[in-house]
């Protein structure tokens, strides 16, 4: 989940194959996390969230699992769609308040 | 159709001009945040607001200012004093300054002439 610059971590998938992506986060004391997808030019959408008293939340064809004891979060997309192309975030609640700490995103890329 | 706006999309600043970025919601919302993307990286906090008339500095606020005198209304000031402000802002907002999903605008995208 570390920002790299301009050189976005890629994952390249055929489109109907299921998608995993990774984050690592940094404070042991978070306990609310988001995924986030942006697609180019526009603002984050909001995927899923998971606090930190669950392990697995699933939504439609999304689900993301929480591993505290390794610090790692991942989301899984089924069957995925050309329309799921777009940068993904992970974000952590930082304690007090709503502060969010973003990762760096990863690019999935669909091939039809 | 509810949400968060942002105006406007594309925003041209000269050497030494202040500018101001508009960030509207009508969601009810109690919090609003302010963030900073540069290219091919996550979001940088700059400055947030728990309530109206009140906000607080983010991560980055050096060179920036906000005001929060409406609900509903958050916007930023990028001054001249913020030397590198090329960048993609956006503004979200959220149901409480607590455990709750922060929501995004569309974004405006800022260049220096």
């Avoid at chain 1, 669950?54 to 939504?59: E, I, L, P, S, T």
């Avoid at chain 2, 906000?55 to 990028?78: H, M, N």
Wanted: neutral net charge.
């Amino acid at each position: 989940g570390e920002s790299v610059g301009l050189h976005l971590p890629t994952l390249s998938v055929q489109e109907g194959d299921n998608s995993i992506i990774n984050c690592a986060y940094s404070n042991s004391a978070s306990d609310y996390f988001i995924w986030y997808k942006q697609e180019s030019g526009k603002g984050p959408q909001f995927i899923i969230d998971i606090r930190s008293n669950m392990d697995k939340r699933q939504g439609q064809r999304v689900t993301v699992l929480l591993n505290k004891t390794v610090k790692h979060l991942s989301l899984q997309i089924a069957a995925t769609q050309p329309g799921d192309s777009a940068v993904y975030f992970c974000a952590e609640n930082r304690g007090a308040g709503n502060m969010l700490t973003f990762g760096g995103g990863t690019r999935l890329m669909v091939k039809p | 159709d509810g949400g968060i706006t942002q105006s406007p999309k594309y925003l041209f600043r000269k050497e030494g001009q202040n500018v101001t970025l508009s960030c509207e919601q009508n969601l009810n919302h109690d919090a609003m945040y302010w963030y900073r993307q540069d290219p091919g990286q996550g979001l940088r906090l700059i400055y947030y607001s728990q309530i109206v008339n009140d906000f607080q500095k983010g991560d980055i606020a050096e060179g920036y200012s906000v005001s929060r005198e409406k609900k509903e209304s958050f916007p930023l000031t990028v001054t001249s004093a913020q030397k590198n402000p090329t960048a993609f802002y956006l503004c979200a907002s959220s149901a409480e300054y607590s455990r709750e999903t922060q929501y995004f605008g569309p974004g405006t995208r800022l260049l220096v002439l």
